[in-house]
């Protein structure tokens, strides 16, 4: 029976479990919960996943959520390549103390470009406010910063010379605010090198499959949101 992956490439974490799933040969199954549709919030998909969020993973009768949780699940149930999730001790606790830094720091930052220039007006039907947007910018700017200094340093990858989950993760973040215009990598060489290095090693190919919706997604329809959508965002989009 292979996996059932529930996902939506618009998704950050979704690119990161479907780019993973591929490049190890992982059979599954991949079933599209359409976010701007509203899909994740039918009560069809709530008996996958209650939190009612993507992505969701479904092993015959056994459902998680998390994606971070879902990405362990699939290396040591498939004994993925060591160099993903290390054995060596302090490698793994390298990609651990990454994976948990990225919460609040990359991910939060490089979302709150992405709700600020895309999904507010989508919502809204205003544009975009460019103070919010620049102030948005300086906050991922800084943590990009840290990123550089703490966490790749002059490495290749973050925990050395091969590529592990940590730059997996790392790197479809830093995409979702380059799919809104963004370029978070000009006057960046280091971060550019090590964007190229990690195409490199996931395939080029595999890496633009998986990032197709979100380098198209600057301007989408408002006609492309559900109407119970458009209201479940504009309560969580409340000051």
């Not at 490439?9 to 199954?29: D, T, V, W, Y």
């Not at 359409?34 to 939190?51: A, D, I, P, S, W």
């Not at 102030?135 to 700017?141: D, G, I, Q, R």
């Amino acid at each position: 029976m292979v996996v059932e992956l529930f996902l939506d490439l618009l998704s950050q974490p979704c690119r990161a479990l479907f780019i993973f799933a591929k490049k190890n040969n992982i059979p599954f199954e991949f079933k599209h919960v359409e976010l701007l549709k509203g899909h994740h919030l039918r009560e069809e998909f709530g008996k996958v996943n209650v939190l009612k969020k993507v992505p969701a993973l479904k092993d015959g009768a056994f459902t998680l959520a998390e994606s971070i949780a879902i990405l362990l699940y699939l290396s040591r149930k498939f004994n993925t390549p060591d160099h993903w999730y290390p054995s060596d001790l302090q490698k793994r606790a390298l990609v651990d103390e990454y994976l948990s830094w990225q919460h609040t720091t990359i991910r939060e930052k490089g979302c709150k470009i992405f709700i600020t220039k895309v999904l507010v007006p989508l919502v809204v039907g205003q544009p975009f406010s460019p103070e919010k947007l620049e102030e948005a910018v300086e906050e991922l700017n800084s943590a990009l910063k840290q990123f550089e200094e703490k966490f790749l340093q002059n490495k290749p990858f973050i925990v050395g010379n091969e590529i592990s989950l940590a730059d997996l993760v790392a790197i479809v973040e830093l995409m979702q605010p380059v799919g809104c215009g963004c370029d978070i990598f000009e006057n960046r060489p280091k971060l550019v090198e090590w964007r190229s290095r990690v195409e490199e090693a996931v395939g080029k190919e595999l890496f633009q499959q998986a990032h197709e919706i979100i380098l198209n997604v600057k301007n989408p329809s408002t006609t492309q949101l559900s109407p119970e959508l458009r209201e479940h965002l504009k309560q969580l989009l409340k000051p």
